[in-house]
């Protein structure tokens, strides 16, 4: 999967909670956010940075939660951003390969990778 496919497929699925997201996916998102931070933090643009990081929010949280569910995990790891250093246990699920069998939140044609 190409970065802009990541991208454009994860904005698209912005508010979709079901369902995964491969590594690929998850990671190149990431890069993108990444990225498009830079200008803003480069130029002090303090209101713009607030801005895009408001409009992000919910594609990042959505994307995170289908990446956990992909590793076989339930999107309430997600809680444990309010703990300290609790976002270390799902950034560490994140990097794990996608689990196929015995998976409950991969339904029909989801289940085989591509």
């Known amino acids: 999967m190409e970065m802009l496919e990541s991208v454009l497929g994860t904005l698209g699925k912005a508010v979709t909670l079901k369902g995964t997201a491969t590594r690929s ?6 890069l993108f956010l990444f990225i498009a931070t830079i200008p803003f933090l ?6 713009a940075f607030i801005a895009f990081g408001v409009v992000t929010l919910i594609p990042a949280y959505s994307v995170q939660v289908r990446r956990l569910h992909d590793v076989g995990k ?6 444990l951003f309010f703990v300290p ?8 699920l994140s990097c794990l390969q996608s689990k196929h069998e015995d998976n409950p939140f991969i339904e ?5 990778p591509q």
């Open 25 to 30: 996916e998850f990671w190149y998102f990431q």
């Open 42 to 47: 480069a130029l002090g643009s303090e209101e």
């Open 74 to 79: 339930s999107g309430w790891w997600m809680l």
């Open 85 to 92: 250093f609790g976002f270390i246990v799902p950034a560490s």
């Open 108 to 112: 029909g044609q989801d289940a085989i």
